[in-house]
């Protein structure tokens, strides 16, 4: 969340960051980040899709404002900096836009104007299976009859998924990073 934040901010009202971002970046029309609100998961979806592909150039444009004298000293520009050093940032926004999509539906239908308390148990259920079919052994799941118990469930390396069995979705992007 910080790292969304943050792009954001670096360019936000800063006609002189945009410039150097344009002029340093991969393409002759670089797409910008876009607002990102830790409140709102459903208007974040497009926000983490573009910075997903924002990540070529957000990277070229730090390393060119490295070799500069003056290298931005904001907050927000020295928490993106940290999160571009990181390998696996585009595994984890990806990891983050999958777990955004699962809850997209259940959000959008929970918020309406009439009454929808008798639906929300059968949704959060099947949203917890989704997330549970993710990470745990379906013999384990098997076991585990009726929600309570497979609220339960501990973390232990005998109830979880192998490591490479886990499924933490799919993205897929153009760009290649």
Same mark, same amino acid.
């Given at each position: 969340m910080d790292f969304l934040a943050s792009s954001?901010?670096?360019?936000?009202?800063?006609? @002189?960051?945009?410039?150097?971002?344009?002029?340093?970046?991969?393409?002759?029309?670089? !797409?910008? !980040?876009?607002?990102?609100?830790?409140?709102?998961?459903?208007?974040?979806?497009?926000?983490v899709e573009r910075i997903? @592909?924002?990540l070529p150039h957000l990277? @070229?444009?730090?390393?060119?404002?490295?070799?500069?004298?003056?290298? !931005?000293q904001s907050s927000s520009y020295r928490t993106m900096k940290a999160f571009l050093d990181d390998p696996l940032l585009k595994a984890r926004l990806s990891f983050f836009?999958?777990?955004a999509r699962d809850l997209e539906s259940f959000l959008t239908e929970f918020q309406a104007d009439h009454p929808k308390i008798p639906f929300l148990y059968k949704a959060l259920k099947d949203l917890l299976n989704i997330f549970m079919d993710r990470l745990f052994k379906p013999e384990v799941l098997i076991r585990q009859k009726n929600t309570s118990s497979r609220l339960a469930l501990s973390f232990t390396e005998d109830n979880l998924l192998p490591r490479k069995a886990i499924d933490v979705g799919y993205v897929h992007t153009s760009n290649s990073i």
């Open positions: 954001y901010r670096v360019f936000k009202d800063l006609p @002189s960051r945009r410039a150097d971002y344009k002029h340093y970046s991969t393409s002759d029309d670089p !797409p910008f !980040p876009l607002k990102y609100c830790s409140t709102r998961w459903i208007g974040n979806i497009e926000a997903i @592909s924002c990277r @070229s444009y730090v390393q060119a404002m490295q070799a500069k004298v003056t290298e !931005p836009l999958t777990i």
